[in-house]
Nanobody, 127 residues
């Protein structure tokens, strides 16, 4: 398994941007599919974005498509989430997650598909 540590969260105004980063430890980071989930109070943990290890294909939830971009740097064992045009509805704790390459990553993965999780970073968006 890999160990994950998120950073980059913080208060941002609606319409603003924020970049979250996730540092992973482990020699086999490049063969892990990576994802971001978020959890707002009173809701279930929600899939945000994911990137496949094999071809860097990316997947997004409908709520963030066109505003968020996930990327990875295997040389640095990092995965990033660029968030633009934030709204108060994006307010949540954001979690980085990793899963082994099998079974294959789906377009709308479940949190249970991922075996490693970071501690989360808070993103409050003010109106």
């Amino acid at each position: 398994q890999v160990q994950l540590v998120e950073s980059g969260g913080g208060l941002v105004q609606a319409g603003g941007s924020l970049r979250l980063s996730c540092a992973a430890s482990g020699r086999t980071f490049s063969v892990y599919d990576m994802g971001w989930f978020r959890h707002a109070p009173g809701t279930e943990r929600e899939f945000v974005a994911a990137i496949k290890w094999s071809d860097d294909n990316t997947y997004y939830s409908n709520s963030v498509k066109g505003r968020f971009t996930i990327s990875r740097d295997n040389a640095k064992n990092m995965v990033n989430l660029q968030m633009n045009n934030l709204t108060p509805e994006d307010t949540a704790v954001y979690y980085c997650a990793a899963k082994r390459s099998w079974p294959p990553l789906t377009e709308n993965p479940l949190s249970g598909d991922f075996s490693s999780w970071g501690q989360g970073t808070q993103v409050p968006v003010s109106s």
